[in-house]
């Protein structure tokens, strides 16, 4: 009796059912990104980044109430996370000798408070309720800072989606 031995077939078999649980990825098309009409502005900027993004991937962007084959949903979430320590901003004491000033250093710290932004796209065909792909990246910043504004933020957390959506991955991400 001839036939497939029997690892080559366990190993067949294992290939087959690793690479089924691998999403597929999402052929690019035409798209339309949605966010709440009640959004501030702040996300409006995320909605923008996203249509960017999805841009740099292939896919072609098309107003919401055109018709394309894709719709995005685009949801901005910001939550406390806690506080840390950060460098007091602010001038600086100056010591006067004579007529030179010198800046001495505080060695102050101010307590801040450290806000994560999620950002979470889901990607459904027009007319169908269940997504096709959906992705989450999420960043953490110390609130107020320069890193922490939604035009600082959008776009990274944006790239770094649409880049796993190209690989065909939906695993949620972490963006320093």
């Known amino acids: 009796m001839t036939g497939i031995p029997a690892a080559a ?3 067949w078999a294992l290939l087959s059912q690793a690479s ?5 990825p999402v052929t690019p098309g035409t798209i339309a990104v949605e966010i709440a009409d009640d959004a501030p502005a702040s996300e409006r900027l995320f909605g923008d980044a996203v ?3 999805l841009s740099d991937v292939r896919f072609t962007p098309l107003p919401l109430r055109s018709h394309s084959r894709y719709i995005a949903r685009v949801t901005v979430t910001r939550t406390p996370r806690g506080i ?4 007091a901003r602010g001038l600086p004491a100056m010591a006067a000798l004579g007529q030179v000033f010198v800046p001495l250093p505080s060695g102050k710290n101010q307590i801040r408070g450290l806000v994560a932004t999620d950002l979470a796209v889901e990607i459904r065909l027009r007319g169908a309720a269940t997504p096709v792909w959906s992705g989450r990246a999420t960043t953490v910043q110390v609130e107020g800072a320069a890193a922490d504004g939604p035009a600082t933020i959008a776009p990274k957390l944006a790239s770094a989606l649409m ?8 695993e949620p991400i972490s963006v320093p």
């Open 9 to 11: 077939f366990l190993a």
């Open 163 to 170: 880049r796993q959506l190209a690989a065909g991955r939906s």
């Open 20 to 24: 089924a649980a691998v999403p597929a």
């Open 84 to 87: 840390v320590p950060a460098d």
């Open 51 to 53: 249509t960017r993004a």
